[in-house]
């Protein structure tokens, strides 16, 4: 944190999150955020201070004596950016642990009560569609790239703990790979006046690389050549589909993750996928248990549940006829 | 590692690697790779076994009261893939600590001497460029593999403990970015036919999305909208620009990793570059010394000296007037 202007030895911390984690409670520190709501009172203002480190906010006391209250009235809006000092108290009495006793602030960036779009009650996702650019400031958006924050970790550290080796193959190419989907070309042809050849089929010489390019929809191509040699690789990159269905299945850019063994036969295999699965859900629940929580809170009741009851469960394996046979059955 | 058959409890291991790094001397075991080198005496065959988790090999003695010579002779040829089995033994008066006394073997594929391209002597990398698909069997592929993995890993892991949200932003836009690069276009229209609109202008309402669309240069605008709510991001993607310049500074596809932080100056910023920079020296160092060592060995003597010798220095800060006074007068 930049140092509080006048003070004397800030204690300097990184984010909210760490004050939740290991609290210094009677020392005095400076933090940086946004404010998510705030309450004036007759001898004191309780601003609600959020810096996307946590779902948590910390909060903070102004009393009216220290900061006149007619500055905070004009400055502590919902979304202002400010910096904030003073010192950490406990509050037993109080739902929140502890609190900031503030002695001072600097407003960075001023929000406008009268335009800002986020307020405190809960906005519908297709609101914030609207305002992309302030989503991440909610809290259903910070719980979203947080968690695949820590899973996209998690998936690298599975795979690095066991030996594999992280390959990024290439995404401009030019073969389609096992036919696994519709290409997207990449071209810096003009498409207005693509140059033709005296046969008239299109001039590929002078495109970018000489001849049609594509996005990759698959690193297996490669994945496979270098599993030949490094025995154990993996990719987690982005492919692409030019698949013309629009739902939220079909993707046209997603990232995947893709395993290739040497030497593994099937039964390894399963084990390997099963063992990852796990894994990626026992972190997430180890680590992002505030961010599981509220979404199971706001969005899907039997969210955390369902992780709890997978991992403990052992995968049933069945082949593909009994698989047809059951499909048949139901 | 699969059973081996007819042994009993052979101890599973998972790579040479492993053996290295804690070699279960005495035990009975299964090794699974590639056959690097043979030769043959009178009572015995050597073979030196890769599997890709180190540069270094495993030396299998093979017995010919065991194994059959001519069996040998016709399988284990240089590029073979084997299933070996036996004993660990160590071996103080030779030059590698300790090796395989062979029980038997299993030839998953074999690999025919008069055509298979890979030999023991140093090739080129332009012959190696001819075979690429064989490339990640050389020593030298794979130590750039492996070193380049486990920087990548380093790169997360530094961000993931001072609380960076790693986000994926997206790679298929309908903007450019700061005028960083020259756009590749993504397209669904067929260049031989591209469909016009009444006032001859290209069609783009028939395009996959609807309206024209690039490859990014950046994650940046997402990335600092990010950071406005999230605090700290990083992005770590692929990234293209059609320069036309075909030089290796000019790359056409290329990962990139842009932080985007709130409320850090030009200074905190600075302390984050430097420390980044030499956190994951330090993580090459330690965990790929012996990567590190063979490229300096083949290809760039300087390389560890560089590196030892970066990680100790502070970095020198400067003004952008005071480089152009040094740029000027050198």
């Not at 642990?97 to 503030?102: G, I, R, V």
């Not at 191509?221 to 690789?233: C, P, Q, V």
């Not at 395993?259 to 063992?275: G, H, K, S, V």
């Amino acid at each position: 944190m930049a140092k509080a202007p006048g003070l004397y030895a800030p204690v300097l911390r990184d984010s909210i999150a760490d004050l939740y984690r290991d609290p210094p409670i009677g020392q005095r520190l400076t933090v940086e955020g946004w404010i998510r709501t705030r309450r004036t009172t007759r001898a004191v203002s309780f601003a609600e201070l959020q810096d996307g480190s946590t779902l948590r906010a910390l909060q903070v006391v102004l009393p009216h004596d220290k900061i006149p209250r007619d500055q905070i009235e004009a400055d502590l809006h919902t979304g202002a950016g400010v910096q904030v000092w003073g010192q950490l108290v406990e509050t037993p009495d109080r739902p929140q642990p502890f609190e900031l006793a503030a002695e001072g602030y600097r407003l960075y960036g001023p929000a406008d009560p009268a335009s800002y779009p986020l307020q405190k009650k809960q906005h519908s996702l297709e609101f914030l569609r609207e305002i992309a650019y302030l989503r991440p400031r909610t809290r259903t958006f910070q719980a979203v790239f947080r968690l695949r924050s820590g899973v996209s970790f998690a998936i690298h550290q599975y795979f690095q703990e066991r030996g594999f080796v992280y390959v990024h193959t290439p995404i401009l190419t030019p073969s389609d790979c096992e036919g696994a989907g519709q290409l997207f070309q990449v071209t810096t042809l003009p498409l207005g006046a693509v140059p033709r050849r005296a046969d008239g089929t299109v001039a590929f010489e002078e495109d970018f690389f000489g001849r049609p390019a594509y996005l990759t929809v698959s690193g297996q191509l490669e994945g496979e050549m270098l599993a030949m040699g490094l025995g154990r690789i993996y990719t987690f990159g982005p492919t692409f589909r030019a698949e013309p269905s629009h739902t939220p299945r079909h993707l046209a850019e997603f990232w995947m993750i893709e395993p290739e063994m040497a030497f593994y036969d099937l039964e390894r295999t399963m084990d390997l996928a099963e063992d990852f699965l796990k894994y990626l859900i026992r972190y997430a629940l180890r680590n992002h248990y505030e961010e599981l929580a509220f979404l199971t809170e706001r969005y899907e009741p039997n969210l955390l549940a369902e992780l709890e009851s997978t991992k403990e469960s052992a995968f049933l394996r069945l082949s593909y006829t009994e698989a047809i046979e059951i499909l048949t059955r139901s």
